[in-house]
Nanobody, 115 residues
């Protein structure tokens, strides 16, 4: 019943912007820290950004200053605003949260940065 669904991915030129959204259901959204991860072909899945229930944020060094994570508990969403995109940002982006010993993942959304 717990589900996370990402949306907003697509093709964008270098230097462009995209806004990703993750909608949660089946949980009391405001009670959990949320994260965005990404995985490129041949690479490990890596943390991109995280936001706590108190809206404290953490960013990977590679995206710091370019990406912004935010949450809207009333709408059960967590967003990732991506600016100044680079080809190396190309990956499948996933949102997640952890409940006890369980980690929940969305299905992912593809972001491709290319001319």
């Amino acid at each position: 019943q717990v589900q996370l669904v990402e949306s907003g991915g697509g093709l964008v030129q270098p230097g462009g912007s995209l806004a990703l959204s993750c909608a949660g259901s089946g949980i009391i959204f405001s009670m959990y820290d949320m994260g965005w991860y990404r995985q490129a072909p041949g690479k490990q899945r890596e943390l991109v950004a995280a936001i706590t229930t108190g809206r404290s944020t953490t960013y990977a060094d590679s995206v710091k200053g370019r990406f912004t994570i935010s949450r809207d508990n009333a709408k059960n969403t967590v967003s990732l605003q991506m600016n100044s995109l680079k080809p190396e940002d190309t990956a499948v982006y996933y949102c997640n949260f952890v409940y006890g010993l369980l980690t929940y993942w969305g299905q992912g959304t593809q972001v491709t940065v290319s001319s």
